[in-house]
């Protein structure tokens, strides 16, 4: 990539940021990571975070090349390293063992990081989307079996919990508005809070005949959805 390409490609908000120290730093990047041209396709891809003006352009292409590392393979820290290599040679000249937690971890957690792994996921969830669906239905199944054993039964139910309400939040964080069946829409809040329900009683000390028997009353308004414990 050359540095018109480069001007030409990024966010005008950040003209006066797009130099030869950064060309230099994707360069770099590229090449110790051996991504053959996939990073300056995500940077570029990704650089409308850019027009906010809340971060600066050096931040942003760390971010993506951590963000790279990490959905490639690498943990953390592994990734940290290979993305901060400085930082690291600093470190060691100081007497320190490199970074194994710490600043991996709170960089990983850090609002651009997050931001930009959760666009670059999203392709793969929309591709596998189907299969998603039928994992969530195989959990939900286990989860109201009366076969299944009551630890089954509650791992699918937290399961279930986290899972749904990790999509809900990246759809809030994205802003990204997917029109949905509206049979699709009551089907998940119906296994959303049968979830919630069971855990509830689990915690409460109810017995496993008793959270087998939570079922849902339907009005003729399927809108309004209630529950009740049959004991």
Excluded: W
């Excluded at 396709?41 to 809340?54: A, K, P």
């Excluded at 309400?165 to 829409?185: A, C, N, Q």
């Amino acid at each position: 990539m050359t540095l018109s390409e480069l001007e030409v490609a990024m966010p005008k908000a950040k003209k006066g940021q797009i130099n030869q120290e950064l060309l230099d730093i994707i360069n770099a990047a590229e090449k110790s990571g051996d991504f053959e041209g996939e990073l300056e396709n995500q940077i570029i891809g990704f650089s409308g975070i850019l027009q906010e003006g809340r971060y600066k352009a050096t931040d942003y292409v760390k971010a993506v090349e951590f963000c790279a590392y990490f959905l490639n393979g690498d943990d953390q820290s592994e990734a940290f390293v290979k993305t901060f290599p400085e930082k690291v040679k600093r470190r060691v000249l100081a007497g320190l063992s490199s970074y194994s937690t710490g600043a991996p971890s709170m960089y990983f957690r850090g609002q651009l990081v997050q931001r930009i792994l959760a666009q670059m996921e999203l392709p793969d969830r929309f591709f596998h989307n189907n299969k998603v669906n039928k994992a969530y239905d195989k959990l939900y199944a286990l989860m109201t079996n009366p076969k299944s054993s009551d630890r089954i039964q509650m791992e699918c139910a937290t399961s279930l919990i986290t899972k749904l309400g990790t999509v809900e939040s990246t759809k809030m964080e994205l802003e990204v508005e997917i029109k949905k069946d509206e049979g699709g829409l009551a089907l998940e809040a119906k296994m959303l809070e049968l979830a919630e329900l069971q855990v509830k009683g689990f915690k409460s000390g109810m017995d496993v005949k008793a959270l087998q028997k939570i079922t849902y009353i339907e009005g003729a308004n399927d809108d309004i959805i209630d529950a009740e414990v049959s004991l």
